[in-house]
C-alpha cells in the first residue's frame, strides 16, 4: 500500500512538473504579444502627443491667421489713406500747374501812370497818333479845364488827327480849340490845318474859305504865307 502511494504520488509530481512546462512556440508567442503591447502603449503615446501638437498647430494657424487678417485690413487701410493723399496731392498740383501757366502767359500788370501833355507829346513825335489821342483826350478829361496842359493836349489832339489822316475829326477838333481859345497864339496854325483838312476831305470850296480866313485874319503869321501858297494850288 504504501509503494501505491508512493508510486501515486511520483505521478502527480510528474504531471504537475508536465503541466508546468511551456513550449518553445508559447514562450515566444508570449514573447510577441508583449512586444506588441508594448508597441500598442508606444503608438497611444505617440497618437497623445500628435494630438498635442496638433492642437497646438491648429492654435498657431488661427493665430498667424488672425494677424494676417489684420495685417491685411491695415495695410487696406493705409492703402485707401495713401490713394486719397495721393489724389488730393495730384489735384493740388494740377492747380498749382494752372497758376503757373496762367503766371506765366498773363503779362504783367502795367502801372497806371497819370496821363500828361509831356506823354502825349512823345507819342505824337513817335508817330503813334492813336496813343497820343487816347493820352490828349486822358489830359483833357482829368486836367482843370482852363489848364494850360488842356489847352495844349486840345491842340495836340487835333494835330494828331490830322497826322493820322481822321480829316474830318481833325476839322471839328481845330473849330472845337478856336472856339476856346480864340486869342490862342495858335488859332491862326488852327485855322490852315481847318482848311488843309476839308482838301483832304475833298471840299475845296470850304478848304479856299479857310485859306482866305488865315491870310485876312492873321496876315503877318507864317501859317498866312503857307495859306497863300495853297490858295494858289487851287486855281
Given at each position: 500500500m504504501r509503494k501505491f502511494l508512493l508510486?501515486?504520488?511520483?505521478?502527480?509530481?510528474?504531471?504537475?512538473?508536465?503541466?508546468?512546462c511551456k513550449t518553445k512556440r508559447e514562450i515566444k508567442r508570449e514573447q510577441e504579444y508583449e512586444r506588441i503591447k508594448q508597441e500598442v502603449r508606444e503608438a497611444r503615446g505617440a497618437r497623445a502627443d500628435l494630438d498635442v501638437m496638433s492642437e497646438e498647430f491648429r492654435t498657431e494657424l488661427t493665430r498667424i491667421s488672425t494677424g494676417l487678417e489684420e495685417q491685411t485690413q491695415l495695410?487696406?487701410?493705409?492703402?485707401?489713406?495713401?490713394?486719397?493723399?495721393?489724389?488730393?496731392?495730384?489735384?493740388?498740383?494740377?492747380?498749382?500747374?494752372?497758376?503757373?501757366a496762367a503766371a506765366t502767359a498773363a503779362p504783367p500788370p502795367k502801372i497806371q501812370k497819370a496821363a500828361s501833355i509831356e506823354s502825349a507829346t512823345e507819342l505824337f513825335d513817335a508817330e503813334k497818333y492813336e496813343?497820343?489821342?487816347?493820352?490828349?483826350?486822358?489830359?483833357?478829361?482829368?486836367?482843370?479845364?482852363?489848364?494850360?496842359?488842356?489847352?495844349?493836349?486840345?491842340?495836340?489832339?487835333?494835330?494828331?488827327?490830322?497826322?493820322?489822316?481822321?480829316?474830318?475829326?481833325?476839322?471839328?477838333?481845330?473849330?472845337?480849340?478856336?472856339?476856346?481859345?480864340?486869342?490862342?497864339p495858335n488859332a491862326a496854325t488852327?485855322?490852315?490845318r481847318q482848311a488843309q483838312s476839308f482838301r483832304g476831305l475833298g471840299k475845296e470850296k470850304e478848304a479856299k474859305l479857310f485859306f482866305q480866313e488865315v491870310v485876312d485874319r492873321y496876315p503877318k503869321s507864317s501859317a498866312a504865307t503857307t495859306a497863300k501858297k495853297e490858295l494858289k494850288k487851287g486855281k
Open positions: 508510486g501515486l504520488l511520483a505521478s502527480l509530481v510528474v504531471l504537475s512538473a508536465l503541466g508546468g495695410q487696406r487701410v493705409q492703402n485707401e489713406d495713401l490713394r486719397k493723399e495721393v489724389q488730393t496731392l495730384s489735384t493740388r498740383v494740377g492747380v498749382l500747374e494752372q497758376q503757373l496813343e497820343a489821342i487816347e493820352e490828349a483826350k486822358e489830359v483833357m478829361r482829368t486836367k482843370p479845364k482852363n489848364s494850360p496842359e488842356v489847352r495844349k493836349a486840345h491842340q495836340l489832339l487835333a494835330e494828331a488827327y490830322f497826322a493820322s489822316r481822321d480829316y474830318g475829326a481833325a476839322a471839328l477838333e481845330f473849330s472845337e480849340f478856336k472856339k476856346a481859345y480864340p486869342k490862342d488852327a485855322t490852315l
